[in-house]
Every structure is written in C-alpha cells, then in structure tokens.
Nanobody
C-alpha cells in the first residue's frame, strides 16, 4: 500500500497550490479519503474529506471557501486545490485513506506560505 503526496512547495501569501495524492496497493474507490495537516508544534488536524464516490465533501472551517477536495477514481488519485493561501496554512500535508478499521497514511508534502 502506498499513498504518495506531491505538489507542495513555497508559495507567497494569496497564492495557490494543488496537492495530489497517488494511491496504489488497495482498491482506492472503496476508501474514504481525506487531507490532514500538521504545523510545527501543533497536532495533526483535518483539512478536508471526501466520500468514496466523490459526491460528498467536508472542510475544516478555516479552509471553507478557499479549498476544494476532489478525487479521480479512474486514476487512483485525490487532489486538494488551495487558494488564497495564508502563512498559517504552512504545514506538512498528509493524505489518509480509510475503510472501516483499515487506515493508511502518506508521508506528507511540505507547504510553506511566506513572502
């Protein structure tokens, strides 16, 4: 099983990034997917989640209106489009797959928002 995040980097405040999470080794379409983030010295927190079909999504209050989670089950990939990024969005972003008690995590991708 592998979850590989990509798309992180350094961006200026107000900028945008699109993160990707490529999955392999399990039946991607049967797993609920989500993005989490962890800033230095803070606990890991939920950013957004999406249902198996992609029809339903939920967002952390801090991300609503400037973030879109999506998935392509044909490509075994999940995405996170983030706009109007703020310095407080700086964190390592992780993708998570869950089906019942089966939970998988990626290694994370660093997002740094700074001028």
């Amino acid at each position: 099983v592998q979850l590989v995040e990509s798309g992180g980097g350094l961006v200026q405040p107000g900028g945008s990034l699109r993160l990707s999470c490529a999955a392999s080794g399990f039946t991607f379409s049967m797993y609920g997917m989500s993005w989490y983030r962890q800033a230095p010295g803070k606990e890991r927190e939920l950013v957004a989640g999406i249902s198996t079909s992609g029809d339903y999504a939920n967002y952390a209050d801090s991300m609503k209106g400037r973030t879109t989670i999506s998935r392509d089950n044909a490509k075994n990939t999940m995405y996170l489009q983030m706009n109007n990024l703020k310095p407080e969005d700086t964190a390592v972003y992780y993708c998570k797959a869950r089906r019942g008690t089966d939970v998988y995590w990626g290694q994370g991708t660093q997002v740094t928002v700074s001028s």
